[in-house]
T-cell receptor, first 114, second 113 residues
Framework: DTAVSQTPKYLVTQMGNDKSIKCEQN?????MYWYKQDSKKFLKIMFS???????INETVPNRFSPKSPDKAHLNLHINSLELGDSAVYFC?????????????FGPGTRLLVL | AQSVTQLGSHVSVSEGALVLLRCNYS??????LFWYVQYPNQGLQLLLK??????LVKGINGFEAEFKKSETSFHLTKPSAHMSDAAEYFC???????????FGAGTRLFVKA
C-alpha cells in the first residue's frame, strides 16, 4: 500500500493555465506538507496543515492555494501558471507537528510549464 | 534562525570504500537532525535522525551519523559503499517550534564499480 500518494505524477501545461495536484496519505497522520524542489534539487517548504489547520504558509505567490478537505488529503491549486513554477512538488506527512517527527514523502509531481 | 550546510554537492567513491557525507548545522538550541535519501525519480525517505538520545545514531542500509555539538556537525558515514547507495542525500534540521524542517542543498553520491 502506498503511504503518501500524489496525482498526477507528471504534469505538462501551458503558461497561464490553472492546475491542481492532489495528495493523499493513509498513515493516519495529522500533519501534511507541500514542498517545492527546483532543478538544483533545493527543497523548500511551501505549506503545512495540522488537523486541517494551516500552520505554515511560506512566502509563495498567492497563485498557490492549498486546501485540506480532511486530515488525509492536502491538495495544491496553482493559478496562472508561470515558467518559473516548473519544478517537482512533493507532498509529505508526519504523525504530528513535533520537531522530532519523521516526514514521509510522496513520489513527487513533475510540473513542466511551457 | 536554523540552517544546515552540506559540504560538497557531489561525492564520488568506489564500491566498497568508506562513504562520508558532511553536514554542519546552525542552531541556537539543541536541534533535531535528520538525514534523508532520495533515489532517482522518487520522494525522500528517512535514513536516520538524532533526537538528543545517543549521539551515535544508526540508520537503515548500514548508515550511521554522529552528533558532535562542539563541531556543530552531523556527518553521515557508511563503512562500505554499495552501488545501490548512489542517490541524493539531504541533511535537515528542526527545532524552533515553528514546525518547519530546513533542508540542506543535498549531496549527490556516485558509486564507481
Amino acid at each position: 500500500d502506498t503511504a503518501v500518494s500524489q496525482t498526477p505524477k507528471y504534469l505538462v501545461t501551458q503558461m497561464g493555465n490553472d492546475k491542481s495536484i492532489k495528495c493523499e496519505q493513509n498513515l493516519g497522520h495529522d500533519t501534511m506538507y507541500w514542498y517545492k524542489q527546483d532543478s538544483k534539487k533545493f527543497l523548500k517548504i511551501m505549506f503545512s496543515y495540522n488537523n486541517k489547520e494551516l500552520i505554515i504558509n511560506e512566502t509563495v505567490p498567492n497563485r498557490f492555494s492549498p486546501k485540506s478537505p480532511d486530515k488525509a488529503h492536502l491538495n495544491l491549486h496553482i493559478n496562472s501558471l508561470e515558467l518559473g513554477d516548473s519544478a517537482v512538488y512533493f507532498c509529505a506527512s508526519s504523525r504530528g507537528r513535533g520537531d522530532q517527527e519523521t516526514q514521509y514523502f510522496g513520489p513527487g509531481t513533475r510540473l513542466l510549464v511551457l | 534562525a536554523q540552517s544546515v550546510t552540506q559540504l560538497g554537492s557531489h561525492v564520488s567513491v568506489s564500491e566498497g570504500a568508506l562513504v562520508l557525507l558532511r553536514c554542519n548545522y546552525s542552531s541556537s538550541v539543541p536541534p533535531y537532525l535528520f538525514w534523508y535519501v532520495q533515489y532517482p525519480n522518487q520522494g525522500l525517505q528517512l535514513l536516520l535522525k538524532y533526537t538528543s538520545a545517543a549521539t551515535l545514531v544508526k540508520g537503515i542500509n548500514g548508515f550511521e551519523a554522529e552528533f558532535k555539538k562542539s563541531e556543530t556537525s552531523f556527518h553521515l558515514t557508511k563503512p562500505s559503499a554499495h552501488m545501490s547507495d548512489a542517490a541524493e542525500y539531504f541533511c535537515a534540521v528542526r527545532r524552533d517550534g515553528g514546525f518547519k524542517t530546513i533542508f540542506g542543498a543535498g549531496t549527490r553520491l556516485f558509486v564507481k564499480a
